[in-house]
């Protein structure tokens, strides 16, 4: 039994490898850059418009809805990453529907791939947003003996980030396998949509802990106070 | 036994273990978070948008570590590191 579409190799030259996981990875990249590419082609400001359009102008403005819900004052700028990283989470989970195709992130190279952008782009937008000396004096607050413990968390939490998500695309294919030894007529079919359930869930939590962490270190220490009363 | 017996039999016991008694605790946990949620939803039903979303998010982290011990039992059983070893050595030899 497979534990990741890493294994399945559909071209080799020497040291060179085209396995699963790339090839789906690159068919999404492609669906999704040249869809998008079609659709903002014939974008349209007026009372009429595609269907397509409405369904692009959904999911952008309910993602920066989102964003800004978790506590960042401009997700605009913050839209681009985020969005790149759910949409990319969710179409893996949602196109495994399509019989033969793999998903992506259901393989550790991939999610350690999407977690390692999180945890440079962490730091990186703490940085732009509040500067050198105040970002990296957020890592000794309260004390300066937590600054080991602000340190390990940084990783821990990439590495949680990963695991999380490869454990929960894996293991929706491989109950699936286990399941069609045991019972093949109908029951799959239940896990399957509670696979894709799971998938999207994944998908938004991926999503809303890179944000979260990103509200995070981007905070500036004193919020206005008319924040602090909507939030209490 | 010997030790390619002793390993099947360490990796699939250890297997059963983990996810069983991986799963004990974080299912207590997500209970008790399920509950807390539902009782204030009843008494705060304007608040609903946000309990559920910190309700699924922190359900999610809870369920990260069962599925850690999943994890670790898939590797143990499917592409356990001291059974390829093993096997390894034998077809060597």
Request: glycine share 8%.
């Amino acid at each position: 039994m497979r534990l990741s579409p890493d294994e399945i190799i559909f071209w080799q030259f020497g040291f060179v490898k085209l396995n699963a996981t790339i090839v789906f990875t690159w068919g999404l990249m492609f669906v999704m850059a040249v869809g998008s590419k079609l659709i903002t082609d014939k974008i349209s400001t007026g009372h009429t418009r595609s269907r397509w359009q409405n369904l692009l102008e959904i999911v952008v403005t309910l993602t920066e809805k989102q964003i800004e819900e978790v506590g960042i004052l401009h997700p605009k700028k913050y839209l681009p990453f985020l969005g790149t990283l759910f949409l990319f989470v969710a179409l893996a989970a949602l196109c495994t529907v399509f019989p033969g195709f793999e998903p992506p992130t259901g393989s550790l190279s991939t999610t350690t791939a999407l977690a390692l952008c999180v945890f440079v782009a962490v730091p990186l937008f703490g940085i732009m947003e509040r500067g050198w000396s105040s970002y990296l004096k957020s890592y000794v607050q309260p004390t300066f003996i937590m600054l080991p413990f602000n340190i390990i968390s940084e990783f821990s939490r990439t590495l949680a980030l990963a695991v999380r998500l490869f454990g929960n695309m894996m293991s929706g294919a491989m109950i699936i396998g286990i399941l069609l030894t045991i019972t093949p007529f109908i029951f799959p079919i239940v896990m399957k949509a509670l696979g894709l359930l799971t998938g999207m869930v994944q998908a938004y939590i991926f999503f809303v802990l890179a944000t979260v962490y990103i509200a995070a270190a981007t905070r500036v220490r004193k919020p206005d106070p008319e924040a602090e009363h909507i939030e209490s | 036994m010997d030790s390619m017996t002793l390993i099947a039999v360490a990796s699939i016991i250890t297997a059963g273990f983990t996810t069983g008694i991986g799963c004990l605790g974080p299912a207590l946990g997500e209970g008790r978070a399920v509950s807390t949620a539902l009782s204030s939803l009843a008494q705060q039903p304007d608040a609903s948008a946000t309990i559920t979303r910190t309700l699924f998010v922190g359900l999610a982290m809870i369920e990260s570590t069962a599925i850690y011990c999943f994890v670790v039992s898939m590797i143990l059983v499917f592409a356990n590191p001291f059974w390829n070893h093993i096997i390894a050595q034998a077809t060597g030899q």
